[in-house]
T-cell receptor, first 110, second 113 residues
Framework: RKEVEQDPGPFNVPEGATVAFNCTYSNSASQSFFWYRQDCRKEPKLLMSVYSSGNEDGRFTAQLNRASQYISLLIRDSKLSDSATYLCVLTTDSWGKFQFGAGTQVVVTP | SQTIHQWPATLVQPVGSPLSLECTVEGTSNPNLYWYRQAAGRGLQLLFY??????ISSEVPQNLSASRPQDRQFILSSKKLLLSDSGFYLCAWTASGNYNEQFFGPGTRLTVL
């Protein structure tokens, strides 16, 4: 089983709609959780951290479910510029080793 | 502010040729440094990480090596490239002791023919 698993998509989303997707992880000792965004042929960039109580950043909402070992990302009122691959990322030890999922592709259509 | 540089941006090399990719970080001291490879349609694979000058840890045994000759310089090398070495190579850093965000360089797209 992969340590971090994501539905690769693509999720085809009409502009203005809501899209949500999950990421499951296998290591129950995982410490910190993040969503990164990667545009085509570019480097990943931090979208948001994921906190235990869930958190929002504008149109983006992230949730963490430690009992079921998954995190989720919800995008409201999707914009064309939200088209990207969203990477689930977590850390599992104290020195800063980051585990990356393969990403979920989101395509927002006019 | 901190910046991270990688070069070259793209590279086409024949099988069996050597490789040297360079990464430098500006605006911070004693960063943790990382080399990743991303194959087409795949996730990021951690290749090497370093917590200080001369300290290199390898995650995946292969024909690549890394060196950190200076605090903010990280080099990825190979003596003989394989076809399977093709991919998108990303250098990244985090602040020592602070693992809230990893910052990536623009990457090097390597094609081995």
């Amino acid at each position: 089983r992969k340590e971090v698993e994501q539905d690769p998509g693509p999720f085809n989303v009409p502009e203005g709609a809501t899209v949500a997707f999950n990421c499951t992880y296998s290591n129950s000792a995982s410490q910190s959780f993040f969503w990164y965004r990667q545009d085509c042929r570019k480097e990943p960039k931090l979208l948001m951290s994921v906190y235990s109580s869930g958190n929002e950043d504008g149109r983006f909402t992230a949730q963490l479910n430690r009992a079921s070992q998954y995190i989720s990302l919800l995008i409201r009122d999707s914009k064309l510029s939200d088209s990207a691959t969203y990477l689930c990322v977590l850390t599992t030890d104290s020195w800063g080793k980051f585990q990356f999922g393969a990403g979920t592709q989101v395509v927002v259509t006019p | 502010s901190q910046t991270i540089h990688q070069w070259p941006a793209t590279l086409v090399q024949p099988v069996g040729s050597p490789l040297s990719l360079e990464c430098t970080v500006e605006g911070t001291s004693n960063p943790n440094l990382y080399w990743y490879r991303q194959a087409a349609g795949r996730g990021l694979q951690l290749l090497f990480y370093s917590v200080g000058i001369g300290q290199i840890s390898s995650e995946v045994p292969q024909n690549l090596s890394a060196s950190r000759p200076q605090d903010r310089q990280f080099i990825l090398s190979s003596k003989k490239l394989l076809l399977s070495d093709s991919g998108f190579y990303l250098c990244a850093w985090t602040a020592s002791g602070n693992y809230n965000e990893q910052f990536f360089g623009p990457g090097t797209r390597l094609t081995v023919l």
